[in-house]
């Protein structure tokens, strides 16, 4: 399953749209990191609130991240972040861990050395698009919503340490 936004899109404050592969609007981004803003929220085309990020816990070198279902009360995911040794891991409650790999502009997630979902620029597109490809079939929209969430980490911590 693969999706598509625009590369520029992510340091957009009010937020961003997420395609099909279809290249038709299907999701929506609201809030970025990158602006030092502590809340994305991923919502459907219809307006339906899906998933909520938000920094929770920073102390030191390490910042954590909840991703809950749109009823606020049910966690989904936690997105650990250690700046001391540069890692970075996507947790979920039944125990699953994905190691976050990165390289230049790419993010990757691991699950027992078999990638599970990639975030990369698709080259030679006019509309400089990163491409997200899922692998795994049974939560891609929890996926799409963490790896979503991962880069804008990504890209706020960049923003703050220029």
């Not at 299907?26 to 809340?39: A, D, N, P, R, T």
């Amino acid at each position: 399953m693969k999706f598509y936004c625009r590369t520029d899109h992510f340091k957009n404050r009010l937020g961003f749209t997420i395609k099909n592969d279809a290249l038709n609007n299907v999701y929506k981004v609201k809030g970025s990191f990158f602006h030092g803003l502590k809340l994305l929220t991923f919502k459907d085309w219809s307006d339906e609130e899906m998933y909520r990020v938000k920094k929770t816990f920073a102390f030191g070198l390490k910042s954590t991240y909840v991703l809950t279902g749109a009823s606020r009360q049910d966690i989904q995911a936690y997105i650990i972040r250690n700046l001391a040794n540069k890692g970075m891991l996507v947790t979920f409650p039944s125990g699953e861990i994905y190691q976050v790999k990165t390289d230049g502009s790419a993010v990757e997630f691991i699950k027992d050395q078999e990638q599970v979902v990639s975030l990369e620029a698709k080259e030679g597109t006019p509309d400089r698009l990163y491409e997200i490809t899922l692998r795994d079939d049974r939560k891609p929209l929890l996926n799409l919503a963490c790896i979503i969430a991962v880069k804008q980490i990504l890209l706020g911590r960049r923003k703050r340490s220029e």
